[in-house]
């Protein structure tokens, strides 16, 4: 049996792979960002939370 060259099935197999590697990684990254985007915004309320307090204890009573 020669191998044909465009097989229809192994195609459509192969870029069925392709697109579920695709979103996997897409999904990865953006889980990713978003975990940094959390984390920033995280950290930047807990900066804004510090340096409030520290503006209150500055003030004279």
Do not use: W
Not at 7 to 30: E, G, W, Y
Not at 36 to 61: A, C, K, W
Request: include cysteine.
């Amino acid at each position: 049996m020669v191998p044909k060259t465009h097989d229809p099935t192994m195609h459509a197999r192969f870029a069925r792979f392709v697109s579920i590697a695709l979103c996997v990684s897409f999904l990865r990254l953006s889980s990713m960002q978003n975990q940094r985007l959390h984390y920033m915004t995280v950290h930047g309320m807990q900066q804004q939370l510090q340096s409030s307090v520290l503006m209150h204890e500055h003030l004279p009573p």
